[in-house]
Structure formats: C-alpha cells, structure tokens
C-alpha cells in the first residue's frame, strides 16, 4: 500500500477541498460504529434475542472506544494517519463479510458478537485517525465550519444504517416469507358459538398440498366479558410457556378452578393455535411474529409473541394467549397479525452489502485522501517515554476535572435512549412498544429522522463557526436532551400513525444534530496541542465510557420500568448536563473565524 506520489499530484493532493474527502470520511468513520452499536442491536432483536441481553452485550461493544487512548500514541507515532485510515476500512469491509457468512451457523450469535469485535476495534482505531486527520488537514477555522458537515455525514451513516439498510433488510424480510394471517378478535357478553378447548398435544396435523403458509385456529375469536382468577390465567400462562419450550405439558386441567383464597381478578383469555402447512426446507427456520396490528388496547397479547418452526416442529402446535382488560365491560374489537420472513437472509445481504460498500470507499480514500504536511510519523527513540508523556500532559490540562466530567455525563440520557429507541419502535403494542415492521422502522429514521438530523448539525456548525462554541453552548445542551421527551409521549399514547411517529423523531433527530456539535467541538478544544490525535482519542474513550455503561443497564432498567416510566428516567438522567456546563471554562473566541495576514 505505497504512497508515493509525483510531485505534481502530492501538491493536487495537499490542496484538495475539504469537500473532496470529509463527508466520505466521516461517512465510513459511522458506517462500522452504527453497524456494532445500533444495527446489532435491531438484528438480534430480528433474530428473538432479549432485551436484556441486547443491552448488556451490544454495550460490552462500546469497550474498544473506551480503551482505544491506550493504542491512539501507537497511531500517533507510528505511521501516517492516511495509512492507518486506508488499512482500517479494508479489515472493516472483511469483518462485515465475515458477519454476513456466519448468520447461518448454529452458534450464530457467539460467532457474529466476536466479528463485531473485530469491527468495533477496527472502528475505533479508524476513528483515531481520522480525527487526527481531520485536525492536521485543516485550520481552527476550517475544523469548526465542518464540524457541522462532519457531525451531519457522521450521522448520515448512522441513519444509513438505521434507515437505508434497516430498509433493505425490511424489504427482503417481507418479500421472503410466508403471507401474514390477520386474526380479528372481539370481546362478546356472550359467545356466539361454543368453543370447546382442544389440548394441542391431541391434535393430528396432516401436511398439506399447495405452497407453504401459516396456518392459525381460530379464523376469528370472541372472548366473552367475565372475569377469571389471576391464578387461574398464571397457571395457563406457565402451562403454554412450557409447551412453547418443547416439554411435555398435561392441560387437562387448564380451566381447573383456582385456590379458594385467590381474591384477585383478571380479564377472560382466548386461545390461538399456530403451526405450518407444511415441513419447510431442511435447516431452514420460520419465525412467526404475533401482536396487535390495531383496534382496542384493552383486548391484549398475554403469551405467546414469537415462534420457531423447522422441518421437525412444523406439525406442533403453538399457541397464543390473548386477554381481555379486566375492567372491559363493553363489546369492543382488536386485529392481530402474524407476520413471517425469511430474516436470517434479510441481514445476510445487508451486511454483505455493507462490506462491499467499504471495499468501495478503500479504494476511492486510497486515491482521494490528501497528504497534509504535519502527516508524518515521528518514528521516536524513546517510544515509551513518549507514550506515557502523552497521558501524562492531558491529565495535566487546566479543569480537566470538570472536562472529564462532561464528557461522561454530557450524553448519559442518550446512552441509553440510544439502546432502547428501536426495540421500543419495533416491539409489540402488548410490549408497550409502537409494532413497527422493520421496513416502517428503516423509514422513520432514514426519511423525516435525515433531514432534520442533517439540519441540526448543519445549523450547530454554521452558528459555532460564526459565533464561537461559548455563545450557543447552553442552546445546543437543550438542544440534545429536552427532544428526548417525544418518547415519552410515544410510550404513554402508543399512536398508530406513522406520520406522528416521523414528526417526534425528527424533532429528536434535528436537536441530536444541533445539540451534538457543542460535544464535538469541546472535545477538539480541550485536546488542543502537541498530542491532538492522542489527546482526542482519549477525550473519545471517556466519551464511549459515558455511553458503554449506562448502555449495559438500559435494557434491565426498561424491563424493570417498563417503556413509559424508562422514557421519564430518560429525561431525569439529562439533568447532570445542564449542571456541568455552567462549570467549563471555553475560550469565547474558539471556533470563530481568525483574519490571517495577507501573503500568510
């Protein structure tokens, strides 16, 4: 990977625009951070992962950011930025493959958490350099006019992931699997129709001709309006999550009465038989997924949101649990859904397409990226020296307590929106979340979620270049933590229409955009001097500390809370941001445009 050049194009290379190469490379910089960071997190969910684990082990993801100081003097020292930038987006676009190629194997999970390893340190060492980079290709002046076009590409990656591929996998999920069955249900005073339970483990299903479906029992179901016993319905619960594990389970007590001294009541249940047509191909898995698609919020799914078929189970059935609100005393109706897809497919070309893109953008940073002057390895005599040197001055800084403070807690409410925002959009409206399909969820956050996004961080870079960072510091703190209360409007009202949930996420999109230009351009300033690409790399690495571990409590704190009541704890963790910011001591002048002697 030689990077000779003659005379003539080194100097084309030096005098390049900007434009030429900071949108591309903050684009790949988001691209492999989206990817371990939020794009694991709506692929596991896809695959039927928890909540809980999503959270605790996306969130050990964060760990190569926070550690990366450790090795930013060896990018510093050691070869060129340009080197380590070109070299780093050739090992991501391999990694990316190697997810792809492991999505079909038994052991998937473990296997794709440990390439996602391999791409989060990859990342970060990218990030290293091309923050370095970025500092020693360009002016003060310059680095604040971009950091606006930075954030905004930066963030255009993140939503590329979020959205355009979220989009895609969406699209082939849908255009893969077995046709959804809707299953209208409605709460009765009195059924229509008796329907005697039948025990799914005495039922004979014979395989059918024609193409492979879903098969679902009842068509239709009413639940009369009386009440149950809470034990009763526990009982049943346990009795079907049983069943749902493969064990052999006896119902012929299912509708036994309860223990005499259970006073607690409960709204009536209906049951609902899933299973296939026909045994699908050999290794290959159907998921079906089963939840409200609209009507009351009072009719509910109780049990029984997710199943697995292959070609050994397809023929046992499985069954759903649907209850009614024990205060419901009138005739009311919901719809439910089971939806299927072919999701392991879905994500394999996603990713694989993400690998080629970033073989793509190898080669096009290969030949595009400058040669900035200061660009040079420094190759010292006494590298360990040097090396504890650069720890030893950033500590050293003047209020760097207070800086380090900030970059902690600047972002701990988004630590954990971050790692709960899709789940929430995604999971069932019984769940507390909205029930979007991932094709809804690629376009809330690649449509309306892009454009105030690019906005928002176009504005913060405009008015900082303008003003200096000190003037819009307080705004741009709102800014990214007050628009986190749209979720809390979402979790509590759970609207139906799309159009409501694109405008509550663009708001949160166009403040993130405004609101994360103060953080990124404070942790320029207090890396200013010798060791810039060392010091920003550790101002990075307190930065993924303040996200890693308020990410790996997230998901306990939801399920503990539930979604409502998480929002709220959201809003409450935004608190010690607005505190510290009265405390950091910003030059007035930083960011703002310096009048340079002429023939300079």
């Known amino acids: 990977m030689s990077e000779h050049t003659s005379k003539s194009d080194h100097q084309k290379l030096k005098s390049r625009s900007p434009w030429f190469w900071v949108p591309s490379l903050y684009y790949a910089e988001g691209i492999p951070y989206i990817v371990a960071m939020t794009v694991s997190v709506i692929f596991y969910k896809k695959m039927g992962i928890s909540n809980t684990k999503i959270a605790l082990y996306t969130s050990w993801l964060y760990l190569p950011w926070v550690i990366k100081p450790l090795w930013s003097p060896v990018v510093d020292i050691f070869r060129t930025k340009r080197f380590w930038i070109i070299f780093m987006q050739l090992i991501i676009g391999g990694g990316m493959a190697s997810v792809a190629l492991t999505i079909p194997l038994p052991n998937y999970f473990q296997l794709t958490l440990a390439f996602f390893w391999l791409l989060a340190f990859s990342s970060a060492t990218h990030d290293i350099a091309a923050d370095g980079f970025y500092m020693l290709g360009l002016d003060q002046h310059r680095q604040a006019w971009f950091v606006g076009v930075r954030s905004t590409f930066y963030r255009f990656a993140m939503l590329t992931g979020q959205g355009l591929l979220v989009i895609l996998a969406g699209y082939i999920e849908s255009h893969t699997g077995l046709p959804s069955v809707?299953?209208?249900?409605?709460?009765?005073?009195?059924?229509?129709?008796?329907?005697?339970?039948?025990?799914?483990?005495?039922?004979?299903?014979?395989?059918?001709?024609?193409?492979?479906?879903?098969?679902?029992?009842?068509?239709?179901?009413?639940?009369?309006?009386?009440?149950?016993?809470?034990?009763?319905?526990?009982?049943?619960?346990?009795?079907v999550d049983r069943w749902k594990a493969g064990n052999h389970v006896d119902f012929g007590d299912l509708f036994s009465a309860p223990e005499h001294n259970d006073n607690r009541n409960a709204g009536n249940i209906g049951l609902v038989y899933f299973y296939l047509s026909a045994p699908p191909p050999e290794n290959e898995k159907i998921v079906v997924n089963f939840g409200r698609d609209a009507g009351n919020r009072s009719i509910s799914l109780l049990a029984g949101g997710r199943f697995e078929f292959n070609a050994t189970n397809w023929n046992r059935p499985q069954l759903a649990v649907i209850q009614l609100d024990h205060k419901l005393k009138s005739k009311t109706q919901a719809s439910f859904l089971a939806t299927s897809g072919n999701v392991p497919l879905s994500w394999i070309v996603t990713f694989s397409f993400i690998a080629i893109?970033?073989?793509?953008?190898?080669?096009?940073?290969?030949?595009?990226?400058?040669?900035?002057?200061?660009?040079?390895?420094?190759?010292?005599?006494?590298?360990?020296?040097?090396?504890?040197?650069?720890?030893?001055?950033?500590f050293k800084k003047k209020h760097i307590g207070f800086a380090l403070a900030f970059l902690l807690l600047y972002r701990l409410a988004e630590s954990q929106l971050v790692k709960l925002a899709s789940p929430f959009l995604l999971d069932t409206q019984d769940m507390g979340g909205l029930a979007l399909t991932t094709g809804q969820l690629g376009f809330v956050y690649g449509t309306v979620g892009l454009l105030m996004l690019t906005i928002g961080g176009l504005l913060g870079g405009f008015i900082a270049a303008r003003d200096g960072l000190k003037k819009w510091l307080w705004v741009m703190v709102?800014?990214?933590?007050?628009p986190d209360a749209v979720y809390v409007y979402l979790a509590y009202y759970q609207p139906d229409s799309l159009w409501i949930i694109n405008l509550c996420v663009g708001i949160e999109q166009f403040g993130y955009g405004l609101g994360f230009t103060a953080y990124m351009l404070y942790m320029i300033y207090v890396s200013e001097g010798e060791y810039k690409t060392a010091h920003f790399a550790i101002a990075t690495g307190f930065m993924a500390l303040g996200m890693m571990l308020p990410g790996m409590v997230s998901g306990y704190i939801q399920e503990w809370l539930g979604y409502g009541h998480f929002f709220i704890w959201v809003l409450i963790c935004a608190i010690p941001g607005f505190f510290l910011v009265k405390f950091l001591p910003i030059d007035p002048e930083f960011?703002?445009?310096k009048e340079v002697p002429s023939g300079s």
């Open 478 to 482: 709102i800014a990214i933590n007050l």
């Open 357 to 394: 893109l970033f073989f793509i953008l190898f080669v096009y940073h290969k030949f595009m990226l400058p040669h900035p002057r200061e660009d040079a390895p420094r190759r010292p005599k006494a590298f360990l020296k040097e090396y504890g040197n650069t720890f030893a001055l950033f």
């Open 182 to 239: 809707k299953l209208p249900v409605t709460a009765v005073q009195t059924m229509e129709i008796s329907t005697r339970f039948v025990p799914p483990d005495s039922l004979v299903i014979k395989e059918e001709t024609g193409p492979l479906h879903i098969v679902m029992f009842p068509q239709k179901l009413e639940i009369p309006l009386q009440k149950r016993r809470a034990a009763e319905i526990e009982k049943i619960v346990q009795k």
């Open 591 to 593: 960011g703002k445009k």
